[in-house]
């Protein structure tokens, strides 16, 4: 058999976070009953006119500055024509022509090191409704909510040559978008999709093979196992001496396949034309400086400085800086006079724990940076043991509550009365001889069973280094 390289670039669609759609005020909030988020410009209404959402550009240029793009100073929308019945208007607002942003890359890291992907274009377009397949009635429903939410589209080159350069390279565009704040990029609400543009050639060959394209893959793991099947598929095609056919096909999951759903259109299918009712999109000095100006720390830059600044291991940075909002939180609590090592435990441990219980991500955490703290103290000044101080970071996690007035209400304090705990851990020894005999006979572990029974007595409220002091002394004195 032949050998074969795989030739990929991608089609990533990212809704961008502004409260309202591109052309209109209807909100892009995520869900809400079918067809409430409208008004007759999102839904294609004859004599309605678009009028553009500047924040949207705004988000565009960030991120084509987060990606090397040149950006358009002179730019426009062309309207893409396309009958579809999740599109109202028989056309979508797009851009062609000018696009927003050119000329790109962002560095991946492969097994074989570092990798530029070039980005060929973004530009900046209205995403159409969404049609809902309802088995039992045995028809199709239209929900126009997502109608006119805006989009950006990132147009790589065909640099990618396996499944894990393509994840490599979503992973961080989604990061550098998400540090700007341009979108949630979840891609299980759709909010970011790719589309795979997949073709294989013989190993040495500069020519390309024809491309296929799987359009709205919305998992990583989806993304991957669509990428091994069109690959096999095609070299199945190839070593049979067949064609394989430039169409756009539906990749199914769950049944590890693909199949056709129409042929591959060309841009002269859809009649572009300069878009008649919006005015040119003029970009000058001092806006371009403006947005520039307002570009955050990026993770590569913030992996460089954790480590400078707060000499925690490499492995708990990586795993801080994966989220903006799990980084400022982190170093909002050390702002807040915090040892850096202290609070990446609590992040990196209990966080991630509930987070990973309750299916959520980092940038779900709703609790201030204020309320953890609080707890941090709470633990350096002894008014808590680290066992309570858990119980009350779930409360933190769930509630936001505030832990010195939560202690307080619930009584969790430790028990700072040296004679009373000597009391109760003298009572406990003189109620197990046999344990006191056998840790006075040699097996040490049998301080374990007295000190937790010490421990159910006071309701954990007892400062475990205290307790073993106290009993070290009753059963060696």
Known sequence: MREY?????????????????????????????????????????????????????????????????????NGKFDRKNYFYPDNPQNYQISQLYLPICRNGHVDIETENGPKSIGIHEIHMEEDAGKLIHDEWLDCSLVDFNRSGVPLIEIVSEPDMRSAEEVIAYLETLRLRIQYLGASDCKLQEGSMRADVNLSVREVGSEKLGTRTEMKNLNSFKAIARAIEGEKNRQIDLLEAGEPVIQETRRWDDAGGYSYAMRSKEDAQDYRYFPEPDLVPVVIDDAWLEEIRAAQPEFREAKMVRYKEEYDIPDYDIGILTESKRMA????????????????????????????????????????????????????????????????VFEEIFYHDIDPVAYVEEKGLGMVSDDGALRSVIEEIVAKNPQSVADYRGGKKKAAGFLVGQTMKAMKGQADPAKVNAILKELLEG
């Not at 209807?26 to 809400?32: P, W, Y």
């Not at 839904?43 to 705004?58: A, D, F, I």
């Open 5 to 73: 390289e795989t030739v990929i670039g991608l089609e990533v669609h990212v809704e961008l976070a502004t409260k309202t759609k591109i052309f209109c005020s209807c909100s892009t909030a995520f869900g809400g009953a079918p067809n409430t988020h409208t008004c007759p410009v999102c839904t294609g209404m004859p004599g309605s006119l678009p009028v553009l959402n500047r924040k949207v550009v705004e988000y565009a240029v960030a991120v084509g500055l987060a990606t090397n793009c040149e950006i358009t100073r």
């Open 328 to 391: 400022d939180l982190f170093e909002a609590v050390i702002a807040l006079g915090k040892k850096p090592k202290e609070v990446s435990n609590w992040l990196m441990v209990d966080t991630m724990r509930l987070l990973k219980e309750n299916n959520q991500t980092p940038e779900e955490l709703a609790f201030s940076p204020e309320h953890l703290a609080g707890l941090i103290t709470l633990l350096e000044e002894g008014k808590i043991n680290r066992g309570t101080a858990r119980e």
